[in-house]
């Protein structure tokens, strides 16, 4: 069996992608997207942390938080808004696939996958590429010609603090750019 580190860093910055159980493209639903918000916001208040960056698409998230200086808890912080999220969902949908008998050994709704991608950002340069990497993932999965034009993103508040040209990382620029998109 696997073994799964996590990076224990006192107020660290980290980039997260959580995504849905078997892909299921629930977020961006009109009612998914207030659980979400809803479940964020409660976690956000018990358990501070600062959301740097967020894309929200039909199947997964793409973000990056920044913990207080003495913390290290980020996944008890998706525990618990996987866990309020999921409560929400099944209140008003029921469940959305069979579970496994994994999950259902343990209990867990067939919302989400168990675990999440965490990576430390190590520096400046890991963070710009990670917010460009956060920022382009719509267009990169054929969502939008232009990041621009997906709505559930924090690109739009970059863009008005000057991080971005207008234009950037749409599909028709590509050719003529050399902005780096992440991996």
Not at 101 to 111: L, P, T
Not at 129 to 145: A, C, E, Q, S
Request: charged share 25%.
């Amino acid at each position: 069996m696997p073994e799964y580190r996590r990076s224990i860093v006192p107020g660290g910055v980290f980039f997260f992608t959580v995504v849905t159980f078997q892909r299921a493209r629930i977020l961006t639903l009109p009612e998914s997207r207030e659980f979400l918000h809803t479940a964020w916001k409660k976690v956000k208040e018990r358990y501070p942390f600062q959301t740097d960056a967020v894309c929200l698409l039909p199947d997964h998230i793409h973000c990056i938080w920044t913990l207080p200086e003495d913390d290290t808890n980020y996944s008890l912080r998706w525990s618990e808004i996987k866990k309020s999220f999921s409560k929400a969902y099944l209140k008003q949908f029921g469940t959305i696939e069979s579970k496994n008998v994994s999950q259902q050994k343990r209990g867990e709704a067939a919302i989400w996958q168990r675990r999440f991608w965490e990576h430390t950002i190590r520096d400046l340069d890991d963070f710009n590429r990670h917010i460009n990497y956060i920022h382009f993932n719509p267009v990169k999965h054929g969502l939008v010609n232009n990041p621009e034009d997906w709505q559930w993103s924090s690109y739009h508040r970059f863009l008005r603090q000057g991080y971005y040209e207008d234009g950037w990382g749409a599909i028709d620029e590509l050719n003529n750019s050399s902005t780096d998109f992440g991996e």
